[in-house]
């Protein structure tokens, strides 16, 4: 049996940043709703129209949405996952449309693993550093984007 869009939001959500606390909880699902909705770009031909699986699952995106990385299992994916209360709340703010403030039109977040935030990512320089949250660095689309 598939899994609708709001269970696959709130594995998603747990999965990429359950230890994030609410507000980074809710910044993970701004950036995949602001993928799954936007008008331009890669992110617009891959959601075709507002398709959260699409988005979710698109190679490379979400580690959580892949059983293996680099050939090696990943035991934190997203059939894994047994989300919880919060996590559906959350799943549900963001498909009714909210969004967190402080993310704005962002389409990437990484956790750097040290203190600092590169200035762009990704490498090909689609997305500009934004703002810090918890671990997640941010990420707002550039120019160069709108042709990827």
Partial sequence: MAFSDRELLARIIQCEAGGEGDNGMKAVA?????????????????????NVRNIIFQPGQYDCASETIRNQYNAQNIYNMTPTEIHYYIADWALA???????????????????????????????????????????RPTATYRNT
């Fill in 30 to 50: 701004s950036v995949t709703m602001n993928r799954v909705n936007s008008t331009e770009g890669e992110y617009a031909r891959v959601s075709q129209g507002g």
């Fill in 97 to 139: 449309g909210q969004r967190l403030n402080e993310i704005g039109n962002c389409l990437w977040y990484l956790n750097p693993f040290k203190p600092d935030c590169s200035a762009t990512f990704p490498s090909n320089g689609s997305g500009t550093f934004h703002t810090r949250l918890g671990k997640h660095c941010f990420y």
